[in-house]
């Protein structure tokens, strides 16, 4: 079974953790599991700030934002489950489409539900997709 522990710790904390984390992490290691620490404190202070005050206010804490909270949490879980982020972009829009890593874009596409899914809306884009993860 593949595991994620996500352990919630204080704001100065989110760097390097506490006791209890070295033992999450401990464990995780006998397993193979993955470790991300998230502060729902530090998460819902981010939301409150405005965009260019982010950065600043995680390096403070001295961490960087794609290395904690939710953005480490989903990309350990893209990892955890093989998946990568394609993104289309057209005259009107940029779509960002998740699909199993190492797929093209037209495999990626089948594997979406035919109802609803990328598969009925991507049909002649095939040719214009972008591949970044995530």
């Known amino acids: 079974m593949?595991?994620?522990?996500?352990?919630?710790?204080?704001?100065?904390e989110l760097a390097t953790g506490n006791k209890y984390v070295d033992k999450v992490r401990e464990v995780a290691a006998k397993e193979g599991a993955?470790?991300?620490l998230v502060s729902a404190q530090v998460e819902a202070e981010l939301v409150e700030l405005p965009l260019e005050d982010r950065k600043e206010f995680l390096e403070s804490l001295g961490v960087q934002e794609e290395a904690c909270g939710?953005?480490?949490?989903?990309?350990?879980?893209?990892?955890?489950?093989?998946?990568?982020?394609?993104?289309?972009?057209?005259?009107?829009?940029?779509?960002?489409?998740?699909?199993?890593?190492g797929s093209?874009?037209?495999?990626?596409?089948r594997g979406f539900s035919r109802k609803g899914g990328a598969g009925d809306r991507?049909?002649?884009?095939?040719?214009?997709?972008l591949s970044d993860d995530v």
């Not at 998946?83 to 890593?101: D, H, M, N, S, V």
């Not at 991507?122 to 997709?129: A, E, T, V």
């Open 104 to 109: 093209t874009a037209p495999q990626g596409r």
């Open 70 to 101: 939710l953005r480490a949490l989903v990309k350990e879980t893209y990892s955890l489950l093989g998946l990568q982020t394609y993104f289309t972009c057209g005259p009107k829009e940029t779509r960002a489409w998740t699909i199993k890593k």
């Open 34 to 36: 993955g470790v991300v």
């Open 2 to 12: 593949k595991v994620i522990y996500a352990a919630n710790v204080g704001d100065a």
């Open 122 to 129: 991507m049909g002649d884009m095939d040719w214009s997709w």
